[in-house]
């Protein structure tokens, strides 16, 4: 099983970044996979999520309206589009799927948001 981040790295204020994580090794269609952060000193946060039916998503509020997550499911990826970046968005974007008792985690990829 692999959660593969990919797309952090430094940006404005304003700007905007997209994050994509490429699983593999489980039926990734039937997963709610979800985006999760944690900053320094800070316990991690879930983002948002997207169920593997229905397309529902989910957001924390810090970040509705500028976040939007989607899913591929014939590419076994996940996304994260984030606009209207935050210095308080920084922070390492973990990659996260569950299906009932099981669960898996990406390594991670950093965000920093900053002039």
């Known amino acids: 099983v692999q959660l593969a981040e990919s797309g952090g790295g430094l940006v404005q204020p304003g700007g905007s970044l997209r994050l994509s994580c490429a699983a593999s090794?489980?039926?990734?269609?039937?997963?709610?996979m979800s985006w999760y952060r944690q900053a320094p000193g800070k316990e991690r946060e879930l983002v948002a999520t997207?169920?593997?039916?229905?397309?529902?998503?989910n957001y924390a509020d810090s970040v509705k309206g500028r976040f939007t997550i989607s899913r591929d499911n014939a590419k076994n990826t996940v996304y994260l589009q984030m606009n209207s970046l935050k210095p308080e968005d920084t922070a390492v974007y973990y990659c996260?799927?569950?299906?009932?008792?099981?669960?898996?985690w990406g390594q991670g990829t950093q965000v920093t948001v900053s002039s």
């Open positions: 997207s169920t593997s039916t229905s397309g529902v998503t």
């Open positions: 090794g489980f039926t990734f269609s039937r997963y709610a």
């Open positions: 996260h799927g569950r299906l009932g008792p099981f669960e898996y």
